[in-house]
Structure formats: C-alpha cells, structure tokens
C-alpha cells in the first residue's frame, strides 16, 4: 500500500503543479510580456524548449539584470525535488491555446496561418506552459523563445519567483540561438 500510495503522489503532485492556469499564470504571463515589451505572441503554446535534453546544465545564463553568469546552470538554482518535477514535466505539455485561456493578455495573438511576410517583419514570441515548482505557485520554469526572421532568434529556459508580489527572473539559459 505504502509503495503504490508513494507513486500515486509522485504521479500526482508534478501533474497537479504543471495544470495550474490560475491567477498566477496570467500575473507571470503579463510580467513577461511587460518586461520584454512583447507586442506579438503566438496564439498556440510551445513546449519545445523542454525536450532539449541539457536545457537544465546549459552553461549560457543571465539575471534579472542581463549579467551573465559563468559557470553555473538552472540545475544549480533548483532542489532535487524540482528537479524531478521539470524531468516529468515533458511528457505532460501539450499545445494550448493562449487565446482561449488569456484573452485579456494586451498582446496581438499571432496564429499558425499568418503570412512568412507577416513573422518576417515582426518579433513573435511564444511561451510553453508554465511549470510552476511548489504548492504556492512562487517558483516556475517556463519556455520563452522569439522568431525575428530568418535565421533570427532564439529560445530560452526562464526560472522565475514570485516575491512581496512581483516576479522577479532568477535565470535565463539559452538553449537556442539562431
């Protein structure tokens, strides 16, 4: 009993952090957009940048203040119970439509028909689902990568926090670069 009931949870609880689409993910969504000064996002979700099999130790970081630090990785900002949640966290993404969920998002939502003239002329961004890293939904991993034309762009791993009400970015690792 004891062995299936520690499964069940190890099951449930990642499942539980990864499907909140609550008050917390729009704040973090709006936070990113206003940060970067996001104009264009991609109506459907991309969940990409979680299958790269090294996005956790790539060596590329950034702050909040867009200093680089050498010698670390995201791996090396997470516990080991966060680490287990990312590492499930694939398998479970699937493609949302950002349009439906956060109609109140002030960007211009970009679908999969819009014209090659369109994406070459404009910076579209696209973000995975969030997955958010503890009960509070305070700590969270999210993939944010952008298309500026061709040839132009680039996809990162975002870990972020939630503190005295505002999201700060711990770290940015690029995973990407075109």
């Not at 060596?59 to 200093?67: A, G, M, N, R, V």
């Not at 819009?114 to 991993?141: Q, W």
């Amino acid at each position: 009993m004891k062995k299936v009931l520690s499964i069940w949870l190890f099951v449930f609880i990642p499942a539980a952090l990864l499907g909140q689409t609550n008050d917390k993910t729009i704040s973090l969504l709006e936070w990113l957009t206003k940060r970067d000064h996001i104009d264009y996002v991609k109506a459907k979700s991309n969940a990409a940048v979680f299958y790269d099999k090294n996005a956790l130790i790539k060596q590329t970081l950034i702050t909040d203040s867009d200093k680089t630090i050498p010698n670390i990785s995201i791996k090396d900002l997470l516990s080991q119970a966060e680490i287990r949640i990312y590492n499930t966290a694939p398998i479970m993404l699937m493609q949302t439509d950002w349009r439906k969920k956060f109609a109140r998002l002030k960007v211009k939502f970009v679908t999969d028909k819009a014209s090659v003239k369109f994406i070459n002329s404009h910076t579209v961004y696209t973000f995975s689902e969030p997955v958010f890293l503890n009960k509070e939904s305070t700590r969270v991993i999210i993939g944010e990568s952008f298309i500026c034309g061709p040839g132009c762009g680039r996809d990162d791993l975002l870990l972020c926090e939630l503190k005295n009400g505002s999201w700060q970015m711990l770290a940015r690792a690029v995973i990407a670069n075109d």
